[in-house]
C-alpha cells in the first residue's frame, strides 16, 4: 500500500506505517504547499493528513480512486470535506480523547498568563524597562472565587471546570447543545444562554467546534457583552473569534486581556496588532504538546490509517453532520 504522511509524526505512529507500507514523509518543517500535497499524494492508497492539508473534491480527483483512507492527525477535521470522501466511500478518522487534559492545561495557563499580565511582565525583563518593583505596574484579575463560561462544554470544556472549580474556587457556567447533569451536580455548574454566560462571567473559555454557527462567534457585538475585567481564552479554533474586533476590544478596554493557542492564520499574520499587545497572550497551537498526548494522537492516527488500507472499521471514523 501505497502512503503519503503530509508532515513527520511521533515515532510511535510512523514507524508502524513504515513497517507495513511503502510510506513517503514530508520531511520540512513547513506543510506542503497545495501543489504539493497534490503531487505527493497522487496515487496514493492513504493520506495521513494535518489541519493545514485541505482534503477536498479536487484532492480526491487527483489522488485516484484506489484512495481507501484520510487520517486526520488531529481532533478536528474541518479541513476535510468528509460528506465528499464519504460520497467516495473514502474513510475518514480524526484522534479524539487523548489531548483533553494537555489542552486543559493550555487553557488555564493562558487564563492565568492573560489575567495576570505575564506578557507585560516578560517584555519588561526582556527589554532592560525593571528598574524597580512599581506598586502601580502589571496589576491584573484575581481568580479565586470568580466565574468561569465555558463556550462548548465537552470533554476539554469540563477539563479546564474542574481545575478551575477545585483549584480556585470559580462558579462555572456553560453553554452546551443539550442539559448536562452529571456537569451540574460535579460543578455545581449551570448551563445558560449564551448572553447570561457573557454578562456574568470573569472569565470565557472556548471549547467548541468550527462551524458556519460559531465562525465568528466573537465579534464586536459579543464583547461589548462581557465585562471589562474579563479575559477570553481560546484554545479551540482561530477561526471563532473575530480578530479585528478582538483588537479593538483590547485596545479600547472592552475587555481586560485575551489569551489564544490558535489563531486564523496559523501563524497569525505578520502585520496582525494583535502580536505587540502587551494584553494578548499567543501560544503557537501547542495545546496538544506533551510527549504522552503527541504519541498516543500518532498512535491513533496509525491505527484509523491502516484499518482503513485493510477494509476494516476504523477505531475513530467522522461521519458528514
Known amino acids: 500500500m501505497k502512503v503519503f504522511v503530509t508532515r513527520q509524526i511521533p515515532a510511535a505512529g510512523l514507524d508502524r506505517i513504515r513497517n507495513v507500507c511503502d510510506c513517503e514523509v514530508w520531511p520540512d518543517r513547513l506543510p506542503p504547499s497545495r501543489d504539493q500535497l497534490l ?8 493520506v495521513l493528513s494535518l489541519l493545514s492539508d485541505r482534503i477536498d473534491a479536487e484532492f480526491f480527483d487527483h489522488v485516484g480512486p484506489q484512495l481507501k483512507v484520510v487520517s486526520n ?9 468528509v460528506a465528499e470522501a464519504d460520497r467516495r466511500g473514502i474513510a475518514v478518522g480524526n484522534t ?3 489531548l483533553t487534559d494537555a489542552t486543559a492545561d493550555i487553557a488555564v495557563g493562558l487564563l492565568l498568563a492573560a489575567a495576570r499580565c505575564f506578557r507585560e ?9 525593571w528598574k524597580t518593583w512599581e506598586p502601580m505596574g502589571f496589576i491584573g484579575q484575581d ?5 468561569i463560561g465555558i463556550v462548548g462544554m465537552g470533554r476539554i470544556g469540563a477539563a479546564v471546570a474542574r481545575r478551575l472549580h477545585f483549584g480556585w474556587g470559580m462558579s462555572v ?17 449551570r448551563r445558560v444562554e449564551f448572553s447570561t454566560l457573557l454578562a456574568e462571567s470573569d472569565f470565557v473559555s472556548i471549547h467548541t467546534d468550527l462551524n458556519p454557527q460559531t465562525e465568528k462567534l466573537f465579534g464586536d457585538e459579543t464583547f461589548a457583552q462581557m465585562k471589562p475585567t474579563s479575559v477570553l481564552v481560546n484554545t479551540a479554533r482561530g477561526g471563532i473569534v473575530d480578530q479585528q474586533a478582538l483588537h479593538r ?8 486581556a485575551a489569551g489564544l493557542d490558535v489563531t486564523e492564520p496559523e501563524p497569525l499574520a505578520a502585520d496582525s496588532p494583535l502580536r505587540s499587545m502587551g494584553n494578548c497572550v499567543i501560544l503557537p497551537h501547542i495545546g496538544s504538546g506533551t510527549v504522552a498526548s503527541r504519541d498516543a494522537m500518532a498512535t491513533i492516527a496509525a491505527d484509523n490509517l491502516l484499518a482503513g488500507l485493510n477494509g476494516q472499521p476504523l477505531p475513530h471514523r467522522v461521519a458528514a453532520n
Open 143 to 147: 481568580l479565586v472565587g470568580k466565574t
Open 121 to 129: 511582565g516578560i517584555d519588561n525583563v526582556t527589554h532592560e524597562q
Open 73 to 81: 492527525f488531529a481532533v478536528g477535521y474541518n479541513n476535510i470535506d
Open 96 to 98: 479524539p480523547g487523548v
Open 173 to 189: 457556567l456553560y453553554t452546551a447543545r443539550s442539559e448536562k447533569p452529571e456537569i451540574d451536580d460535579q460543578f455545581n455548574a
Open 249 to 256: 476590544a483590547l485596545q479600547a478596554g472592552t475587555i481586560f
Open 39 to 46: 503531487e505527493k499524494s497522487a496515487g496514493c492508497d492513504g
